[in-house]
């Protein structure tokens, strides 16, 4: 083979194996997604949430990879359709991953689970959703026409099951407020669903005009992150702190408590700057002096392990973790014993802020 015609075949081999990557994390998103809404697991929602992170990256990488295989091979025909459907192919990934995270965030804020006729309905209609985008990258990945046409096939059931669940919950509701109340609630969210998410496609017009127009770039997000815990002068700073030091250019992080203390332990200060660290400009503050700028807030970490939901309504795009980093030194330890406690609980902190920066940024951008 003439090493023009091999080195073509490489970067389609390669193209290849990259959508295999993208369809395993959509995948698995997807699976998540409705293993946290059957089971109720609202941490494993949380997580999904997060993990659309790296989707959208993988998402971005296919994407220059195809468009840079374009430009050094100006393929022919054949080779031209089978990269512009690709391009097509995991713009839908994509989506299916955003998906993914719209269940976990439902069911975050359901706070129930599914039953009877209901579930039985979303079950089924989970398990095809899942068949049918496993068939569909296994027909890409093989070459499989007929496996293709089956599958497109069987997507019709999907509709059916979907129209038998919107009649369940209906018939629910229509016992307390009856059925036309019960419509209409189902008719606006998704109205409100689909109106987010024209709005979402709009910013990406957007932003490719300014990139055509003008070069222009949008600067990768900065996430707002929240460390609480209950007095907001231990833990939640010192992850603040040290979150701010090793990755302050990529967000930024606060520090609260349930309830606020009037000042910082004087172990905690002297182990810091023991580190190099410093409170800066920090004060002890509570959970209601953040409450007017919650809906900026993307992640909320609680590091004393679960967080009372009942006492913060928190928005629908909020992202809750729940860390269980140790508890921190009484103000009656001894100096040396606190500052053991404190490198107990920097080592924990430091991996938990490694692998939660690794997800929303990737590790190459750090």
């Known amino acids: 083979m003439p090493i023009y015609e091999q080195k073509l075949q490489n970067d389609i081999t390669a193209i290849k194996r990259e959508v ?42 296919l994407n220059r990879q195809c468009h840079n295989f374009i430009a050094r091979h100006l393929p022919s025909a054949g080779h031209l359709r089978l990269v512009t459907s690709v391009i097509q192919m995991i713009i839908d990934l994509e989506r299916v991953g955003d998906y993914a995270r719209t269940i976990s965030r439902e069911t975050i804020h359901m706070h129930y689970i599914p039953e009877g006729v209901v579930l039985q309905n979303l079950q089924q209609l989970a398990r095809q ?29 999907g509709s059916q099951n979907l129209n038998a669940i919107f009649q369940d919950l209906t018939g629910i509701y229509e016992r307390d407020a009856g059925r036309e109340a019960a419509v209409r609630l189902l008719d606006l969210h998704s109205i409100a669903y689909m109106l987010e998410r024209v709005g979402n496609r709009a910013a990406n017009v957007c932003e490719e005009v300014l990139f055509i127009l003008a070069g222009e770039t949008v600067a990768a997000r900065r996430h707002d992150i929240l460390f609480l815990d209950q007095d907001g002068a231990c833990l939640a700073p010192l ?7 090793g990755y ?16 910082f332990p004087p172990h905690l200060l002297a182990f810091l700057q023991h580190h190099g660290l410093s409170l800066q400009e920090r004060v002890p ?69 490694g692998e939660l920066m690794a997800i929303l940024v990737g590790e190459t951008e750090r």
Not at 130 to 153: E, G, K, M
Not at 248 to 263: E, H, L, P, V, W
């Open 20 to 61: 295999a990557i993208l369809g395993g994390m959509v995948r698995q998103a997807l699976a998540d997604s409705v293993t946290a809404l059957f089971n109720g697991d609202e941490q494993l929602a949380n997580l999904t949430v997060l993990r659309d992170y790296p989707i959208n990256r993988q998402y971005q990488k």
């Open 129 to 157: 959703a899942q068949d049918i985008l496993q068939n569909s990258l296994l027909a890409f990945d093989q070459d499989d026409v007929t496996l293709a046409r089956t599958t497109l096939a069987a997507c019709n059931q």
């Open 239 to 245: 992850a603040a702190v040290m979150a701010n030091k």
């Open 248 to 263: 302050g250019q990529m967000a930024r992080f606060r520090s609260a408590g349930q309830q606020a203390s009037s000042a």
């Open 285 to 353: 503050c509570s959970m209601a002096t953040i409450m007017q700028d919650i809906d900026n807030i993307n992640i909320i970490v609680s590091l004393q392990g679960a967080f009372d939901k009942s006492a913060v309504r928190l928005p629908f795009h909020t992202t809750l973790l729940e860390w269980k980093v140790g508890e921190a030194p009484p103000a009656t330890l001894d100096a040396l014993e606190a500052v053991d406690r404190y490198e107990e609980i920097f080592r924990t902190l430091s991996v938990r802020l």
